[in-house]
């Protein structure tokens, strides 16, 4: 369970949500990820409600962190990370997969090519594996490129999703953490 504490807002900024119930509003992170949020009055603050779970979750906010929440607009706000130890987050390049019954089944995924282009392709030195950590588990996964197409399959896949506990319905998010070779983190999210 992540718990985060909210302070109040600046008096000045305050008054200008006065007049609201509710308002829907846009968190943006450094690396562009936007997340639709509520801005609810409760008795005499305003809190983010709604989706608010799915952004810490996705961000892997945790107990401790600090937000740092820079108006762009009363409706949208960008947001820095700092953890403990009072140091912004560097940026966490991420994409999610919602996995489906093929996925499972053929022990292949797919890493989406605006992400290959962006983060991987000519910044990573070794594209033709992964090596993918999650809950404990290390597992190395060959990258198979081909039709426009990169593709974690064969190797290590199936005990990736057997010992992971990935089945149908539910969402992984693949964070970079590693560019000697295609390395990522892997969390998973409730189906």
Not at 50 to 62: L, N, S
Not at 122 to 143: M, S
Request: aromatic share 14%; charged share 25%.
């Amino acid at each position: 369970m992540h718990m985060v504490c909210m302070q109040p807002l600046p008096e000045s900024i305050y008054y200008q949500y006065t007049n609201h119930v509710t308002i829907n509003c846009t968190i943006v992170t450094r690396e562009n990820r936007t997340y639709e949020v509520w801005l609810v009055k409760v008795g005499n603050r305003f809190e983010f409600r709604d989706r608010w779970d799915e952004f810490v979750r996705a961000e892997d906010i945790r107990a401790g962190y600090i937000l740092y929440f820079e108006r762009n607009s009363l409706y949208e706000f960008v947001v820095k990370v700092f953890t403990c130890n009072s140091v912004e987050r560097p940026p966490q390049y991420r994409f999610l997969v919602d996995m489906k019954k093929t996925h499972v089944q053929r022990e292949r995924l797919a890493i989406p090519m605006s992400f290959w282009r962006d983060h991987i392709e000519h910044q990573v030195n070794d594209t033709t594996r992964a090596i993918l950590f999650c809950k404990g588990g290390r597992y190395t996964v060959p990258i198979i490129q081909a039709h426009g197409k990169a593709l974690i399959e064969h190797g290590d896949a199936r005990e990736f999703m057997d010992q992971s506990g990935i089945v149908e319905g539910i969402t992984c998010i693949f964070t970079l953490i590693g560019y000697e070779c295609v390395v990522f983190k892997v969390r998973l999210l409730d189906g």
